[in-house]
């Protein structure tokens, strides 16, 4: 059974940082492309990153580039997501997901960036 728990949301203000944690299971984890996405109330699910199981290589959504940096642990099966500089538009439940579509997702975890 897939199991996909993210933890480290919060509230922080403009220029902050948080860096969000997921723990995987219940799946080949090692050999799999993990991803994080995001919503808001006003949007449907939107991609925010992907990280590929081999080589580490990794992809941005583009308001998100420079800010955010996905990274995992094969060993302990985990993926981070470190977020600098966050904006009030970064305010969203962020889930990390098996696919980039956010199907198959966690129970999500809220940021709130606000003053």
């Known amino acids: 059974q897939v199991q996909l728990v993210e933890s480290g949301g919060g509230l922080v203000q403009p220029g902050g940082s948080l860096k969000l944690s997921c723990a995987a299971s219940?799946?080949?984890?090692?050999?799999?492309?993990m991803y994080w996405v995001r919503q808001t109330p006003e949007k449907s699910l939107e991609w925010v990153s992907t990280?590929?199981?081999?080589?580490?290589?990794?992809q941005y959504e583009d308001s998100v580039k420079g800010r955010f940096t996905i990274s995992r642990d094969n060993l302990e099966n985990m993926i981070y997501l470190q977020m600098d500089n966050l904006k009030p538009e970064d305010t969203a439940l962020y889930y990390c997901?098996?696919?980039?579509?956010?199907?198959?997702r966690g129970q999500g975890t809220q940021v709130t960036v606000s003053s």
């Open positions: 997901s098996r696919n980039r579509a956010g199907s198959i």
């Open positions: 219940g799946f080949h984890f090692s050999t799999s492309y």
């Open positions: 990280i590929n199981n081999y080589n580490g290589q990794t």
